[in-house]
């Protein structure tokens, strides 16, 4: 049985199963990864795969998109300046419904970007010093731990949200 198997289903399980996971520094994030949501009860669970979320792409630490879709045409990054992160966690239950995200995700590649929005930094976060992505243009943090080697949780700690949004990243 393997880590992932028993996953917690509450923010306070989530915590304590984040804190039992090894730091990550940042050159174990380089790549691509695939990403997957952690439902432990915050508002943004399901919100980021109801709209094509695929994962996030590391080609170096000042070179990340954070926010990689993929859709007929294929892969493509978001600029997440554009996304209404706020709006969108206080009322995910209704993004999530499909008239509104049928909406949504054709709108996205309008959105998208060949830039990078973030950076991989090395941030003390609940006492460890661990890869931290940093978004360029919101109160964003994304902390990662690493479960095994290829695969993280992160934990999204964003201005306003008193409890971090949980989520994997499995290596591809």
Same mark, same amino acid.
């Given at each position: 049985? +393997?880590?992932? @198997?028993?996953? &917690?289903?509450?923010?306070?399980?989530?915590?304590? /199963? %984040?804190?039992?996971?090894? !730091?990550?520094?940042?050159?174990?994030?380089?790549?691509?990864?695939?990403?997957?949501?952690?439902?432990?009860?915050?508002?943004?669970?399901?919100?980021?795969?109801?709209?094509?979320?695929?994962?996030?792409?590391?080609? +170096?630490?000042? @070179?990340?998109? &954070?926010?990689?879709?993929?859709?007929?045409?294929? /892969? %493509?990054?978001?600029?997440? !300046?554009?996304?209404?992160?706020?709006?969108?966690?206080?009322?995910?239950?209704?993004?999530?419904?499909?008239?509104?995200?049928?909406?949504?995700?054709?709108?996205?590649?309008?959105?998208?970007?060949?830039?990078?929005?973030?950076?991989?930094?090395?941030?003390?976060?609940?006492?460890?010093?661990?890869?931290?992505?940093?978004?360029?243009?919101?109160?964003?943090?994304?902390?990662?731990?690493?479960?095994?080697?290829?695969?993280?949780?992160?934990?999204?700690?964003?201005?306003?949200?008193?409890?971090?949004?949980?989520?994997?990243?499995?290596?591809?």
């Amino acid at each position: 049985m +393997s880590a992932i @198997d028993n996953l &917690p289903t509450t923010t306070a399980g989530a915590l304590a /199963f %984040f804190d039992e996971c090894a !730091a990550t520094s940042t050159e174990e994030m380089l790549g691509n990864w695939r990403g997957t949501g952690m439902h432990t009860g915050h508002p943004m669970d399901g919100l980021l795969e109801a709209t094509g979320w695929h994962g996030k792409r590391f080609d +170096s630490v000042d @070179d990340v998109f &954070p926010l990689i879709f993929k859709d007929r045409g294929g /892969f %493509f990054s978001v600029n997440p !300046a554009f996304l209404p992160l706020k709006l969108a966690s206080k009322t995910s239950h209704d993004f999530r419904q499909g008239p509104i995200v049928q909406k949504a995700r054709p709108m996205l590649r309008a959105l998208s970007t060949s830039r990078p929005k973030a950076r991989l930094r090395t941030v003390e976060y609940r006492g460890v010093e661990t890869a931290t992505m940093i978004y360029d243009a919101l109160p964003i943090n994304d902390h990662f731990r690493t479960i095994d080697a290829n695969t993280r949780i992160g934990a999204m700690d964003f201005r306003g949200s008193e409890e971090p949004f949980f989520f994997l990243l499995h290596r591809e």
